[in-house]
Every structure is written in structure tokens, then in C-alpha cells.
């Protein structure tokens, strides 16, 4: 498999791809969605409430934190994660404007 060659991308499409591609997993998905609906999580809530190993939602969080989407806060032995609010505000501006892009054609297949 060949290197990916992201320099040859505009700013903005690097960005948009590394958001999506870190929401790009089902579990990733349900993280996030847990964690809106909760405000806020701590790591063990998450593998009573999706049934995965604990190591599993650590792999999917890393992601999820690498990628900006998600911050967490160290409260003893537990992690406390929430939304990154700017970033996700950011997600939301950068995929709304990429989706809003398209403009339906009529004469097009």
C-alpha cells in the first residue's frame, strides 16, 4: 500500500477527512452519541453501556481525542470525556459547508 500523499490536498480537505475518518466506526459513533446525550462520560460507563472491552472503547476514545473530537479530564483513577466544543463546532461548519457543496442537477445521471 502506497504512502498517502495529504500534501497534494488543500487544508481543508486534510481536515474534513481526518474529522470523518475518526467518526468512521460505528463505536465511534455510539461514543459520541452516549456522550452528547450525557453531557459528560467516564470511561467505565461506556463499556456497561456499549458492551465492548474495556480496552476496545480506550482504542476508539484515543481516536476520538486524537482527532479533537472529544477532551477528557483526569478526576482520580477515572478520565472524564466530553464533546471539544470548538472542534465540534468546527466538524459541523467544515462538513456542513462540503455537504451543502452539492446541488442537485436534473440533466445529471
Not at 495529504?6 to 463505536?27: D, G, S, W, Y
Not at 472542534?87 to 462538513?95: G, I, Y
Request: glycine share 8%.
Amino acid at each position: 500500500m502506497g504512502v498517502t500523499r495529504t500534501e497534494i490536498f488543500t487544508e481543508e480537505q486534510n481536515r474534513i477527512a481526518v474529522l470523518l475518518k475518526a467518526m468512521a466506526h460505528p463505536a465511534r459513533i455510539a461514543i459520541l452519541q452516549y456522550i452528547m446525550a450525557s453531557k459528560t462520560c467516564i470511561n467505565g460507563d461506556l463499556v456497561e453501556e456499549l458492551g465492548l472491552a474495556q480496552a476496545t472503547i480506550s482504542q476508539h476514545l484515543k481516536e476520538l481525542k486524537t482527532a479533537g473530537l472529544i477532551q477528557g479530564t483526569i478526576e482520580g483513577v477515572s478520565v472524564c470525556y466530553c464533546i471539544h466544543p470548538e472542534n465540534w463546532q468546527l466538524l459541523k461548519e467544515t462538513v456542513g459547508t462540503f455537504l451543502n457543496g452539492y446541488v442537485p442537477n436534473n440533466e445529471c445521471c
